[in-house]
């Protein structure tokens, strides 16, 4: 058995059996990727795919254990790597990050500012999107850890730390009828089209259910990844919007008015997550600590070696969590 037909592996399966696209992904040949499959179909003893033909059609139970164990031996070969790499130069390199609009647009870019220039020869690589976009990313493995807000069933064996909490806000254009409440409410709210960020596509959002709990219906005009999008349709009128409070600007958005809405919606979390087992490089512990400064190294470590996110969550039981 070889580190290689592992590799090919686990290509074949994250590209969802197609054996032409995970060749063009390990910059080899599709027969190369068939012959050595099939070699350690043979010397394991079974059958690691369901074929139609040709064609890979799933993988069977034995398969998915082979594939569990094969992801793990292969996060230690690169975990090597990185301790090696890290030994030799710890201060180049390359991080992978994958977040959602807002962090990148809002929350972002003064911790980046500072971590660019400490780390000049670090190439940087922000990926971001939707939750169900970083999930797919982080799936394959294709960025070192995530920056999101909730949905955390999303990534199955990720540690998740805690960086702050924040709540959703209300955005109208100025001499709106909502600003001349005394105090918002879900009925109020439910009067108006609302204009908000998307709803994941694996799993129930908590503003439906929230208007569901309180036997009100949520008229949705639009939906978008990006707070800035949010703003643009409000301002053409097209409904309410209900986005992070941290992606207001007083100045730029001086044409719109900001509604304090914490008493109709529960914080929300933000976390760093990445693949349990992963060593860190020292770089990007550095880029985490920058980003929520009570994740310092002795933390993070501490909770790669605890067994669940239950226990990891009781690592940060008396740190005061900041609210923006």
Known sequence: MKLNQLRYLIAVVQNDFNITNAAKKLHTSQPGVSKQIKLLEDELG????????????????????????????????????????????????????????????????????????????????????????????????????????????????????????????????????????KQLTLKALARYPIVTYNFSLSGQSSLPALFESENLKLKTALTATDADVIKTYVRLGLGVGIMASMAFDKHSDSDLALLNAEHLFSPHRTWIGFRKGRLLRGFALEFMKLFAPHLTRRRIELAIRTPNQIEIDHLFADVTIPFI
Do not use: M
């Open 46 to 181: 079974f059958p690691l795919f369901e074929r139609e033909g040709r064609n890979l059609i799933a993988i069977t139970d034995a398969g998915r254990e082979v594939v569990e164990r094969a992801l793990r031996i292969l996060e230690e070969t690169q975990n090597i790597r990185r301790l090696s790499t890290d030994a030799a130069d710890s201060d180049s390199g390359s991080l992978a990050v994958g977040t959602t609009h807002t962090q990148a647009r809002f929350v972002l870019p003064a911790t980046i500012q500072q971590f660019t220039k400490k780390y000049a020869q670090v190439d940087l690589h922000l990926h971001q999107g939707g939750i169900d976009y970083l999930a797919e990313l982080a799936s394959r493995d294709q960025v070192d850890f995530v920056i999101a807000t909730g949905s955390q069933q999303l990534f199955p064996g990720f540690v998740h730390l805690p960086c702050y909490d924040w709540c959703r806000a209300i955005i109208v254009p100025k001499g709106h009828p909502l600003t001349r409440d």
